[in-house]
């Protein structure tokens, strides 16, 4: 079991004091998991804790590659009406 940090990261450092393993480590250019120390938080929290701080949609992936907070999920702008809600952000 283990949790990944992919290059969409912005390398924010919210996830790295929240994560009880100490399985976050900075690699540049982005933030990393090592898979060996990582809980996904089984035991000390309900919730993985870098997911749930993360402010980077799709940064963070489960064990089964899945976006933890899948695209929309921080916005709440359903990807397919993103460049609708863009465009009308832009033209006010």
């Given at each position: 079991m283990s949790l990944s940090i992919i290059e969409s990261c912005v390398n924010c450092w919210a996830c790295l004091?929240?994560?009880?393993?100490?399985?976050?480590?900075?690699?540049?250019?982005?933030?990393m998991i090592d898979a060996g120390k990582c809980t996904e938080c089984e035991g000390d929290f309900a919730q993985p804790q870098c997911a749930s701080i993360c402010p980077i949609?799709?940064?963070i992936l489960d064990h089964f590659g899945e976006a933890m907070n899948p695209p929309g999920s921080l916005t709440g702008i359903p990807p397919e009406k993103l460049a609708e809600a863009m465009a009308e952000i832009q033209a006010r």
């Open positions: 004091p929240v994560c009880p393993s100490d399985a976050i480590y900075d690699a540049r250019p982005h933030f949609e799709g940064a």
